[in-house]
């Protein structure tokens, strides 16, 4: 079946730093791929969905210039926070399609927990 | 525009017992429905899908759920549960022949116990 990969699993960084984090379809090739949060004991938010080539389109209330997202092949998308503060602590998780199914299945990685002290 | 509810936000049932997870939708247009199960700090893992013909559908790990469309309900059910079925269960929908995102509803923790 196809996998999603992410990078890093868990990362501790300081306030105001910014953390990268890479999404990765590692048997397909995914022209889009959807970026979660999700806060403990709920469900998950999508923030952003990144298409191959494009730039992301974001959810109402995700400040673009905080979360920068890039899509730069057709097997990565990167979710860079930055100037990352306590409140960006949470669990992200990326998520594919695989274009050649022809319903919207996602793909989804396993998660990436970031605090930030 | 699309919604999905759980009703249950937690469920606690004694291993080897039945379960039935609860999920309603509401959606103007036709729709795909999935369930995912999520363990402690994982990502989703796909338990099963529905797209179109037969209304049960089965899943992994024993898992079937019953699409119902005058109910719109797509309830997940397994006869017999195992210690290891214990996490976080989601409900999802999209809508059919476009490429819109999945809406989740809130989620219900499966707690089995000994």
């Known amino acids: 079946g196809a996998v999603v990969s992410q990078h890093p699993s868990r990362v501790i960084c300081k306030s105001g730093t910014s953390v990268k984090i890479e999404c990765r379809s590692l048997d397909f090739q995914a022209t889009t791929m959807f970026w979660y949060r999700q806060f403990p004991k709920q469900s998950l938010m999508l923030m952003a969905t990144?298409?191959?080539?494009?730039?992301?389109?974001?959810e109402q209330g995700v400040e673009k210039d905080k979360f920068l997202i890039n899509h730069a092949s057709l097997t990565l998308s990167t979710l860079t926070v930055t100037s990352a503060h306590p409140e960006d602590s949470s669990f992200y998780i990326c998520?594919?399609?695989?274009?050649?199914?022809?319903?919207?299945?996602?793909?989804f990685g396993p998660g990436t927990r970031l605090t930030v002290l | 525009a699309q919604s999905v509810t759980q009703l249950d936000s937690q469920v606690p049932v004694f291993e080897e017992a039945p379960v039935e997870l609860r999920c309603n939708y509401s959606s103007s247009v036709s729709v795909y429905l999935f369930w995912y199960v999520q363990y402690p700090n994982q990502g989703l893992q796909l338990l099963l899908k529905y797209l179109s013909g037969s209304t049960l559908v089965k899943g992994i790990n024993g898992f079937e759920a019953e699409f119902n469309k005058s109910q719109t309900s797509f309830h997940l059910r397994k006869p017999s549960v195992h210690i290891s079925d214990t996490a976080e269960y989601f409900c999802a929908v999209s809508e059919r022949g476009s490429a819109r995102q999945l809406t989740f509803g809130s989620g219900t923790q499966l707690t089995v116990l000994p």
């Open positions: 998520s594919a399609r695989d274009p050649g199914m022809g319903y919207n299945e996602q793909f």
């Open positions: 990144s298409n191959e080539g494009s730039k992301a389109t974001y």
